[in-house]
């Protein structure tokens, strides 16, 4: 079955890090495009970052929200995409989610069921 | 920065026709999705690239999208279409999302 697994979601303290994993099953991570979509408890979905397929680069982008503080790879080896994350801030707290890129990389087909960060002291 | 928005609420009598509305500037130069999000659940892509569904959406599930209106159309509407419904475009390399719109099913 065509799926992704989130996990690494826990409660963090403010400034602390955290590396959230996308296991991909019956397709390769390598030849499509996924992304970090995020939902604060009560809101609406926020996109975070994405990284493209080694087809079309690799290349990584992010929201401004968390530029310069997550970091997005892939472990072909695993068929997993990470999110690392540091310098969390109690606004990351949120229900994250990984998902695949169909004919778009930005229309998504395929989510994970979604881990959750908490940022509190 | 580009900006989409939606109405916080719609309301559809059972077997009626619903549409949720998604305002941008020049939205219609765009590809909008459509996502359907029921309580506990992920979202579920409904309408990718305006006006396409993937497998298994049904076909009472439509999008149309110009000018600055891109609509996501539910006809004959079920209790099971009840959710909160996104839509989403690409704006240079990132992605916005529209605040989300709650359907209620009459």
């Known amino acids: 079955e065509v799926q992704l697994v989130n996990s690494g979601g826990d409660l963090v303290q403010p400034g602390g890090s955290l590396r959230l994993s996308c296991e991909a099953s019956?397709?390769?991570?390598?030849?499509?495009?996924i992304s970090w979509v995020r939902q604060a408890p009560g809101k609406g979905l926020e996109w975070v970052s994405v990284?493209?397929?080694?087809?079309?680069?690799?290349?990584?982008y992010y929201a401004d929200s968390v530029k310069g503080r997550f970091t997005i790879s892939r472990d072909n080896s695993r068929n997993t995409v990470h999110l690392q994350m540091k310098s969390l801030r109690v606004e990351d707290t949120a229900l994250y989610f990984c998902?695949?890129?169909?004919?778009?990389?930005?229309?998504?087909?395929?989510w994970g069921q979604g881990t959750r960060v908490t940022v509190s002291s | 920065s580009y900006e989409v928005t939606q109405p916080l609420s719609v309301s559809v009598a059972l077997g009626q026709t619903a549409t949720i509305t998604c305002g941008g500037k020049?939205?219609?130069?765009?590809?909008v999705q459509w996502y359907q999000q029921k309580p506990g659940q992920a979202p579920v892509l409904v309408i990718y690239?305006?006006?396409n569904r993937p497998s298994g959406i049904p076909e009472r599930f439509s999008g149309s999208n110009s000018g600055n209106t891109a609509t996501l159309t539910v006809s004959r509407a079920q209790a099971g279409d009840e959710a909160d419904y996104y839509c989403?475009?690409?704006?240079?390399?990132?992605?916005?999302f529209g605040g989300g719109t709650k359907l209620t099913v009459l």
């Open positions: 998902a695949r890129g169909t004919v778009l990389w930005f229309a998504w087909d395929i």
């Open positions: 020049n939205i219609g130069s765009k590809n």
């Open positions: 690239r305006d006006t």
């Open positions: 989403q475009v690409r704006d240079s390399n990132t992605v916005l």
């Open positions: 990284i493209y397929s080694d087809g079309s680069g690799g290349n990584t």
């Open positions: 019956a397709f390769n991570v390598s030849n499509n495009f």
